[in-house]
């Protein structure tokens, strides 16, 4: 029998079913701690905390890192809608003439403007998104 991984039928890698529940959630997610890793005020970061991180789901329970995963999720949003956005061939050419407008009533150069434009809209649509994804 060959060894499937989990998103290929649930299998671990020794070949055994996987459980439907995790053990040890909260448990250390590096366990192998020498006295020279060791930090004040604990073993470390815990299965949960370092999968909300790589999941980027601010439910670590710790706010002051909750609040660092919510820029992280919104910055990869604004990453996302910038790269639709600039490959969108109509969105290309609403954004010239948004550029020409911004160029000729500000007075600041192409560039500015054009940086000023995308962000603002990367922005915009990933707020959009994350205010559609959190349940209320």
């Known amino acids: 029998m060959k060894h499937r991984n989990k998103r290929a039928g ?5 070949g055994k079913p996987m459980s439907d529940k995790p053990q040890n959630i909260d448990g250390p997610a590096f366990p192998n701690i020498t006295p020279d890793m060791l930090v004040p005020g604990g073993p470390g970061m815990t299965i949960r ?9 601010p439910e ?6 909750d609040a660092i995963i919510k820029k992280a999720q919104r910055n990869h949003f604004a990453g996302m809608a910038l790269q639709a956005y ?10 010239a003439e948004a550029i020409e407008k911004g160029v000729k ?16 809209r990367a922005c915009l649509l990933a707020d959009a998104m994350l205010k559609e994804s959190i349940p209320e």
Do not use: W
């Open 10 to 14: 649930g299998f671990s890698l020794k």
């Open 49 to 57: 905390g370092y999968a909300c991180i790589k999941l980027m789901i």
């Open 60 to 65: 670590t329970g710790e706010p002051e890192l």
């Open 86 to 95: 600039l490959s969108n061939t109509r969105a290309m050419d609403q954004l």
């Open 105 to 120: 009533d500000t007075g600041k150069d192409q560039r500015e403007v054009l940086h000023k434009i995308l962000v603002k």
